[in-house]
């Protein structure tokens, strides 16, 4: 008979970036699992940041102690009870960060250009509870891709602080997680056993080297191997899953041919996959990067929208203020508007005793208060009544000024992931718990 482990939950690994976190459920702590409703994050990101002045600023004002959105907004106000605007929060690592660089932090904490850097909170939730579903994580992107250092296309970092690759491909994630056509899963199959063949020639090679190699040389390949290992466990874990029938959706409300061409459609249609992902629980945990900080077709879709210039340069010139100001407010409001609408669908969505929107937690901000100006960061928590949080309020943290990898270890907690400590935080933020 095998031996059972007996393993405590409490017991915690301490991983590269600062990340205290407990051991995810194994086997053999199989009893220690609880029958609840999913706990999912999608976290959103617009570079070079928002209009945050006059009719058209991204804030709410308080009206009689509740707030009351704005013209760029206005699709929230019939969801404000379900929403939390926080300012005055920001990496300290990255006030100083390039310009363009602060994607690539924003879901990590870490400055770009240091040595070791954090993973991202939504991928520290992926290890710790990814393994109940089909996909750990979805990692998505209009511009899809890596981009470049400073100019990242991802939100998303893996453990060792790498970027993972975001995909833009409507069709491919609608095949991946609910087309069961024979052929398509024959050539699944194909492909996870190709992959594997080429995987097990290079852990071949690795000790075949790692016997060669001086001590020095040796621990160097160490981290190597660990993401040799991770790729073989996710191709294991795929392996399992093509045994498991894909669940049936309906294809009404998906543009799967739409491109940046019509931007509503293709971001309608990616909020709706993410929408039948977690409807699904195929997975539990998504990020979205709506606008890069790069030049892009992505970064010219407020041309396509009659407001003259691309992104980049609208968020420039709205300091100026005037029409420049509205203007940004006006691109603004097309993203505001394509969330509200998500937004509002997962609030009529029943789920357990609740909806789907109590049961997720939306997070949607940019890493820039104004173009390339690296501090108090636009957030919008929405949801996640049911992980705990507290809606309906407006927190300024200007004079208190926490990190923001607090507010990120608040939410993980609130995920069922038990973190002590993520990236440079040094707490929780109470005021955004119920």
């Known amino acids: 008979m095998a031996k059972r482990m007996n393993i405590n939950r409490r ?18 702590m199989a009893s220690d699992r609880a029958s609840e409703m999913p706990k999912r994050l999608l976290a959103l990101y617009v570079g070079h940041g928002f209009a945050l002045h006059g009719d058209w600023s991204w804030y709410p004002k ?40 602060t994607a690539d932090s924003f879901l990590t904490g870490s400055n770009p ?13 992926a290890m710790t509870h990814g393994h109940k579903t089909r996909y750990p994580s979805l990692v998505l992107g209009n511009e899809g891709g890596l981009g470049g250092e400073g100019r990242s296309n991802t939100l998303s970092y893996n453990q060792f602080g790498r970027g993972i690759p975001s995909s833009n491909n409507l069709r491919g994630l609608y095949d991946g997680m609910f ?19 080429r995987l097990d020639r290079v852990l071949d090679s690795y ?29 294991e874990r795929m392996e399992r899953w093509t045994a498991t029938p894909k669940p049936k959706v309906p294809t009404d409300d998906l543009a799967l041919n739409a491109s940046v061409q019509d931007p509503a459609a293709f971001i ?43 992104h980049h340069v609208l968020a420039h010139n709205a300091v100026q203020g005037g029409q420049n100001l509205v ?28 909806t789907m929107l109590e049961n997720t937690v939306v997070l949607y901000g940019s890493s820039n208060s104004q173009t390339h ?55 929780t933020l109470s005021q955004i718990i119920a």
């Open 11 to 28: 017991t915690f690994l301490r991983g590269a970036g600062g990340v205290a976190l407990s051991l995810p459920i194994l086997d053999c």
């Open 62 to 101: 308080l009206v009689d102690g509740q707030m009351r959105f704005g013209k760029s907004m206005e699709a929230f106000n019939p969801l404000a009870k379900h929403v939390t605007i926080v300012k005055g929060l920001e990496h300290p690592h990255c006030v100083s960060a390039g310009g363009h660089s």
């Open 113 to 125: 250009a240091a040595a070791v850097k954090s993973p991202s909170f939504d991928q520290i939730a």
């Open 179 to 197: 087309n069961s056509d024979p052929q398509l899963q024959k050539g699944q199959r194909s492909r996870l056993a190709s992959d594997k063949r």
């Open 207 to 235: 000790r075949e080297m790692k016997r060669k190699l001086g001590r020095d040389d040796s621990q160097k390949l160490e981290h190597y191997l660990h993401a040799l290992r991770d790729v073989e466990k996710e191709i």
């Open 268 to 310: 309608r249609t990616m909020y709706n996959l993410i929408y039948l992902a977690f409807k699904t629980d195929s997975t539990r945990y998504a990020t979205y990067m709506l606008q890069s900080m790069n030049s892009s077709k992505w970064d010219n879709v407020p041309i396509a929208l009659g407001l003259g210039v691309t």
């Open 327 to 354: 203007k940004l407010g006006q691109y603004d409001k097309f993203q505001a508007d394509l969330l509200a609408e998500f937004i509002t669908k997962l609030a009529d969505t029943p789920e357990g005793e609740g």
């Open 373 to 427: 100006v690296n501090t108090n960061y636009p957030m919008m928590l929405a949801g996640g009544e049911k992980l705990g949080l507290k809606q309906g309020m407006l927190h300024d943290f200007d004079k208190e000024a926490p990190p923001l990898s607090n507010l990120y270890l608040t939410l993980t907690n609130a995920l069922e992931v038990p973190a002590k400590q993520f990236s440079d935080s040094t707490g």
